[in-house]
């Protein structure tokens, strides 16, 4: 089992940007892959990126590609999210995710869940 911890959201203005970070406790983060889910106010949530066991495979949505990206430290038991250029859009709750093979977009497959971090983008 594993623990998930994420930090680094806040309030920023549009423009700016912002690494996410999703610590893991209990089992080490490198038996796990990862993704990062975002849901923004009223709407459901959405897959962001994905990054698998060694951090050699990734998955991003169409959409975010180019601001987004993905990346883990597995000495360091963390997986990040940076987001350049965020706007407005972008506002809402970022979760990560953890299961010990799955890496596509379907929240249903992931087996734990951290709190999630707020990010609000002011225009």
């Known amino acids: 089992q594993v623990q998930l911890v994420e930090s680094g959201g806040g309030l920023v203005q549009a423009g700016d940007s912002l690494r996410l970070s999703c610590a893991a406790s209990g089992r080490t983060a490198s038996t796990y892959a990862m993704g990062w889910f975002r849901q923004a106010p009223g709407k459901e949530r959405e897959f962001v990126a994905a990054?698998?066991?060694?951090?050699?495979?990734?998955a991003i949505t169409n959409s975010m590609a180019g601001r987004f990206t993905i990346s883990r430290d597995n000495g360091e038991n963390t997986v990040y999210l940076r987001v350049n250029s965020l706007q407005p859009e972008d506002t809402g709750v970022y979760y990560c995710?953890?299961?010990?093979?799955?890496?596509?977009?379907?929240?249903?497959?992931?087996?734990?869940w951290g709190q999630g971090t707020q990010v609000t983008v002011s225009s």
């Open positions: 995710a953890a299961d010990l093979y799955y890496t596509g977009p379907k929240a249903l497959e992931y087996d734990y």
């Open positions: 990054i698998g066991r060694d951090g050699t495979n990734t």
